[in-house]
Nanobody
Framework: QKRLVESGGGLVQAGGSLNLSCAAS????????IGWFRQAPGKEREGVLS????????YYADSVKGRFTISRDSAKNTVNLQMDSLSPEDTAVYHC???????????????WGQGTQVTVSS
């Protein structure tokens, strides 16, 4: 059974950093495009970052460019999201997802984690 589990969320002050991790079981993340998405209360789900292992091509939402980075740890079968210079606007539930297309379109991803809450206080 393919499963994704996010961890690393929490409460942080504006300007701070968090590192989220997405761990897979039942399949290898290296074989898929991996995306990070977020959803704030009352807002639509937003694609944040995505990466595809074979070419390392990465897509960023404009709102996170220069602040968020994505990386893979193949040995641990995880994908990490490093978030720096956080602002209250980054408050949301963050989900990782696996799919065949490397983009920021949620409908292109087949497997989803339950999400982890990130709250940034002002």
């Amino acid at each position: 059974q393919k499963r994704l589990v996010e961890s690393g969320g929490g409460l942080v002050q504006a300007g701070g950093s968090l590192n989220l991790s997405c761990a897979a079981s039942g399949f290898y993340l290296d074989h898929y495009a991996i995306g990070w998405f977020r959803q704030a209360p009352g807002k639509e789900r937003e694609g944040v970052l995505s990466i595809y292992n074979s070419d390392g091509l990465t897509y960023y939402a404009d709102s996170v460019k220069g602040r968020f980075t994505i990386s893979r740890d193949s040995a641990k079968n995880t994908v990490n999201l490093q978030m720096d210079s956080l602002s209250p606007e980054d408050t949301a539930v963050y989900h990782c997802a696996a799919g065949w297309y490397n983009d920021l379109i949620s409908g292109d991803y087949d497997y989803w984690g339950q999400g982890t809450q990130v709250t940034v206080s002002s």
